[in-house]
């Protein structure tokens, strides 16, 4: 049986991309895909390596019924691409860190995450480190949008 790994990026990976893996989590989970669906997180940064997800990030999710407090953050590594089929980023800025570390035969693996979104229009998830709480539940309802339509898609490269 065949099976797709994703790894969410962003610059820290201490808000946006476990929130990111925690929201994809859920809902593989609840559509029993969790043996063929594999997921992740890592930042572009090594600011935060080893470090638990940003308390506010922790406290948004949680409201929501999402345990980001298991996590800690890591550093995309060399032997990523090859492990793993798609790069799901936050916004331009990650995409670009990624593609300069990224060996050319995998580029094709990067993709934003808001393109998967169907009800929000925006192009990325912005960075709410430097912001208020407002910006984390922004997050959250941009993850949980677009890890819809994720789903949805991998849905269909599982079956195809
Ligand atoms: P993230 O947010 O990329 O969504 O995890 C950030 C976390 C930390 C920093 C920047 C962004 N920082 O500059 O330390």
Redesign the pocket.
């Known amino acids: 049986m065949n099976s797709i790994a994703v790894c969410f990026v962003?610059?820290?990976?201490?808000?946006?991309?476990?929130s990111a893996e925690a929201v994809m989590r859920d809902r593989v989970e609840r559509a029993k895909l969790a043996d063929r669906i594999l997921i992740d997180s890592a930042?572009t940064?090594d600011?935060?390596i080893g470090a638990p997800p940003?308390e506010r990030a922790q406290k948004a999710a949680k409201k929501r019924g999402y345990d980001l407090s298991t996590l800690r953050g890591r550093q995309v590594a060399a032997a990523d691409f090859a492990r793993f089929d798609l790069f799901i980023v936050?916004d331009d800025a990650n995409a670009a860190a990624l593609t300069a570390v990224c060996p050319p035969e995998y580029r094709d693996k990067i993709r934003l995450l808001m393109e998967f979104a169907t009800r929000d229009d925006e192009r990325v998830v912005v960075?709410?480190?430097f912001g208020g709480e407002e910006g984390f539940e922004k997050v959250l309802d941009q993850c949980e949008d677009a890890c819809e339509g994720l789903l949805k898609a991998l849905r269909a490269q599982l079956s195809a």
């Open positions: 962003c610059l820290g990976n201490i808000c946006r991309s476990p930042g940064g600011w935060h940003d936050m960075d709410p480190y």
